[in-house]
């Protein structure tokens, strides 16, 4: 009887050893793997309405091995990206974001509004823009868009904006290293310029010896 209830108590202490390390080792795992930087978009005091359907995508490691980690967000807003940007920006200036006046911002001429950010290491590209409307297919006809796109304007059912929030590393973002000069051969300018005065005409020659 004695060896039985050693064996009871000896069984309830190792389970409660397990349970008591499972549950902090379950929180510490799934803190370690979402990343923060998703938490603090998660955070950002927008509304509902400009933060529909999100949907989060990582690339590349924490620790910038090889390539730096790249988080972006894409969501839906029910409203016009002139409602929705002003939002999003009053958001990330109350979260500690400062905004960035850079060059290639964007990359390319792009529709909507489109701002960067800046807070300790990170960069954030914040890009809100009107849908892309495609009307249905009639019948019997193939799900095609057709060329080129239909402006979100001559949609009737078109209506309020996409939202993507890109953030990099700030060492991982070229727009914060000094950026190259451009080589005049590149250009279309003669690297070689021909001088059009010549600096020995005012020189006297010396008499030849006789």
């Not at 009053?90 to 400062?98: E, F, K, P, T």
């Not at 993507?164 to 005049?184: F, Y």
Request: aromatic share 6%.
């Amino acid at each position: 009887m004695r060896e039985r209830r050693r064996l009871r108590l000896g069984v309830l202490v190792a389970v409660s050893v397990l349970l008591l390390g499972a549950v902090p080792a379950f929180f510490a795992i799934r803190t370690l793997s979402r990343d923060p930087v998703f938490g603090s978009l998660d955070e950002l005091a927008v509304p509902t309405w400009a933060a529909q359907d999100p949907v989060d995508n990582v690339s590349g490691s924490r620790w910038c091995i090889q390539d730096c980690r790249l988080r972006e967000r894409s969501a839906s807003s029910e409203r016009a990206p002139e409602e929705t940007a002003p939002e999003y920006e009053r958001a990330l200036a109350a979260a500690g974001w400062q905004r960035w006046r850079v060059d290639r911002c964007p990359e390319q001429p792009a529709p909507g509004a489109y701002t960067c950010w800046r807070r300790d290491e990170l960069t954030l590209d914040l890009w809100v823009r009107p849908p892309t409307c495609v009307p249905p297919p009639a019948d019997d006809q193939p799900a095609v868009p057709p060329s080129p796109l239909p402006s979100p304007a001559a949609a009737g059912d078109c209506a309020g904006s996409l939202v993507s929030l890109k953030v990099r590393n700030a060492i991982d973002d070229d727009r914060t290293r000094p950026q190259p000069s451009t080589d005049p051969s590149l250009t279309g300018e003669d690297p070689f310029p021909t001088f059009t005065d010549d600096p020995l005409d005012d020189l006297t020659p010396a008499p030849s010896p006789s």
